[in-house]
């Protein structure tokens, strides 16, 4: 590892313009280009304590052995060396797009004498009519399929259709009608350059006319009984409308735009591009990236949009490129798409209306591309095994954790304070095995108490299930209140389920406990344990800001690796136990909000609640009935009816509610049928959402 002070350059050294500069590794290997308005300014970012760098850009600056600078005239040729440098180096430390591929296009090439419609790729030619791109070649096959019914253009290769000239018979699509076979003299060569550009204009989205006149030349038809052209007439326009419903129309005035979308973690970004023309989408494409170096959304947005354009002119730079972040600054890039385009390019985030919605599904389809490309990742058995080796190593545990907890504190400013506590074996998730804490030992805000209560609480009901089973060793003693404790003797191997075959809630101890947080979370974890006498199971935190991952005792965390699985593990791990816990607070919250009088009657459950409800309309209307008049609902006797007329009465009735728009006053008051219990199993698959005052 090297010391960034033994390369650093003197003062004065580095010039006050715009330029590029590169970092070199001891081998001479360009390891990061980056580009920048002042470049002393930024290079001085990275000479300055390491203790205050980000740890990946603290990585970089250690790997590399030497840097150097070219000085430009603008911030665009910064943009454009910066781009060519990248592609020309391949940086390790720079943000990379795993999938570079060039996408197809529908290209029409109009230069030639008889015009052919095909898929083509790369380097775009003079006289061709490009549509795209599209995703895959495929949807491009299927929708000119549909449409050589109509436009029955040359779709042959040169070789195909000299051969047919030769020999003076056209090839299959010529028997069939759909291609107008000009290599036989059945088309003039001014008869298929027209066809050639009713095709492109109905590509290009000018299809309203075109139907019309189909429709009309139909209806003629009919009219003059020829009815075997007007049922080719009907199916063709069929087929088109079959096309058109390929590409639906997004945007109105025939807009032409890129839609670029980004789903991002600490780790990884997905990119999503929809390309709009005439309007339409024509084509849809995408990258996952690692964020190998410390990146902002707008960061992410310019490496995009240079992955994008870089090797683009003219019409496939479109007019408009609609982002979810501007590039700081914004004019430069902006000025540099103009440059590839020709014309002026609109760089800017959408606000409001048509293009607003289709940004969201945009968005949409990345957080998908996102999740994908996670599940995949963690569902391979090789990634999994070797995400827990590296956590063992890292951790310096025994062997690799099989089972995995994590534990995360949520609450709304203090308010319906819970905790959850989820399970990861073998690398995957065991959602049987969740569990649900409210917080009872105090009240208000305080995650590092909160965290002390659930691991006593959880692992307590782990050592009372040990000595249920008779796991105790000899050497083991009970505590002085009467908890108990691990002694100096083995444990004894017994059966960790009940009598009718089920799990025990809280038999199974994990050989790793993970807490969301940092220094206090992961001291407070530790401290609950060796209260408890529990000193087998590791314990460590992972802090959100930095991915740090923290173990009791050190000053110092433990920063593993950014391409590492077994942070990318951790992170999982982390990531579900968050999502659980703000799922179950949002619960509690709703059911608070939600409460009615009948929740305080003891001893009523939720199927009386709504039988009672059910027989009486609402809560205004029992509180008013006799104890005889509850009583006629079934399975409610004498004593029940006595004690839920009593809570009625005891609880002061709600203000009644008003309609803002009839000023109508509502009666009717339902009570709410929810609710839910500490330490107890829940179901799976909840919405994972976030919002800003929940943690």
């Not at 600078?69 to 990248?86: G, K, N």
Request: charged residues 30%.
């Amino acid at each position: 590892m090297a010391d960034p002070s033994s390369y650093r350059p003197r003062p004065g050294e580095i010039p006050d313009s715009p330029g590029v500069y590169r970092f070199r590794d001891e081998h001479r290997r360009v390891i990061y280009v980056g580009k920048a308005k002042s470049l002393r300014q930024r290079l001085a970012n990275y000479f300055q304590d390491l203790a205050n760098l980000h740890p990946r850009t603290r990585t970089m600056v250690t790997t590399a052995a030497s840097v150097e600078w070219t000085v430009v005239s603008t911030e665009v040729e910064a943009l454009q060396l910066e781009y060519s440098w990248i592609k020309e180096y391949d940086p390790r430390f720079n943000v990379k797009y795993r999938d570079d591929k060039s996408y197809p296009y529908l290209a029409v090439t109009m230069n030639e004498e008889f015009p052919r419609v095909q898929v083509m790729r790369g380097h775009k030619k003079k006289g061709v009519r490009y549509f795209g791109p599209y995703g895959h070649a495929w949807a491009i096959r299927d929708t000119v399929d549909l449409l050589l019914r109509v436009f029955p253009v040359r779709t042959c290769s040169t070789g195909v259709f000299k051969n047919a000239s030769r020999t003076g018979r056209p090839c299959l699509l010529g028997y069939i009608g759909k291609c107008s076979a000009p290599c036989v003299g059945r088309i003039t060569p001014e008869d298929h350059q027209d066809l050639a550009e009713d095709f492109c204009d109905f590509m290009a989205g000018r299809t309203g006319t075109y139907l019309r006149r189909l429709e009309k030349q139909m209806m003629e038809a009919a009219e003059e009984m020829e009815y075997e052209r007007a049922a080719r007439l009907r199916d063709d326009i069929e087929a088109l409308k079959k096309a058109m419903e390929k590409n639906a129309v997004v945007l109105a005035d025939a807009t032409d735009a890129d839609l670029i979308a980004v789903a991002e973690d600490e780790l990884e970004a997905a990119v999503q591009i929809f390309h709009v023309r005439g309007g339409r989408v024509r084509g849809q494409r995408g990258w996952v990236t690692d964020k190998v170096e410390e990146v902002t959304t707008g960061a992410l947005v310019e490496h995009a949009l240079q992955q994008l354009y870089g090797e683009e002119t003219g019409d496939a730079v479109p007019k408009e490129v609609l982002v979810p972040a501007l590039p700081e600054p914004v004019e430069p890039v902006q000025e540099w798409l103009t440059g590839r385009r020709g014309s002026n390019v609109s760089l800017r985030i959408p606000q409001r209306g048509d293009k607003k919605a289709l940004m969201e599904t945009v968005e949409r389809n990345a957080q998908q591309a996102l999740a994908l490309h996670k599940t995949k990742r963690a569902s391979d058995l090789t990634t999994r095994s070797r995400a827990l080796e590296e956590i063992a190593d890292a951790l310096d545990l025994d062997s690799a954790p099989l089972r995995i907890e994590c534990y995360d504190i949520s609450h709304l400013q203090g308010d319906d304070v819970v905790a959850s506590m989820v399970v990861f074996e073998d690398g995957l998730q065991r959602k049987s095995e969740y569990r649900r804490f409210q917080i009872k030992g105090f009240a208000g805000q305080d995650d590092v108490r909160s965290m002390h209560e659930v691991i006593t609480r959880r692992f307590r009901r782990y050592l009372a299930e040990k000595e249920k089973t008779g796991e105790w060793a000899e050497g083991e003693e009970a505590h002085t209140d009467g908890e108990p404790v691990l002694g100096d003797g083995d444990l004894l191997t017994s059966s960790l389920k009940d009598d009718d075959g089920r799990p025990r809630k809280f038999a199974y101890p994990p050989q790793l406990v993970v807490v969301d947080g940092g220094q206090p979370q992961v001291a407070a974890a530790r401290r609950a344990l060796d209260e408890l006498g529990i000193d087998d199971i590791a314990v460590c935190g992972l802090a959100k800001r930095l991915e740090e991952v923290w173990v009791p005792g050190d000053d110092d965390p433990v920063v593993l690796p950014r391409s590492s699985e077994g942070l990318y593990l951790l992170q999982r791990v982390r990531d579900e136990a968050h999502r659980f816990a703000i799922t179950y607070q949002r619960t509690k919250r709703a059911k608070r909000f939600r409460a009615g009088p009948l929740d305080d009657v003891p001893g009523l459950g939720e199927t009386r609640k709504q039988a009672l409800i059910k027989h009486f309309g609402s809560v205004k209307k029992l509180r008013s009935a006799t104890i005889e008049q509850i009583q006629e609902v079934p399975g409610i006797g004498r004593k029940t009816a006595e004690t839920i007329a009593a809570a009625l009465a005891r609880a002061a009735p709600a203000a009644p509610a008003v309609n803002t728009a009839t000023g109508e006053i509502i009666d009717d008051e339902e009570p709410d049928t929810t609710g839910g219990s500490s330490g107890e199993p829940v179901s799976a698959g909840l919405p994972d959402e976030r919002r800003g005052q929940e943690r």
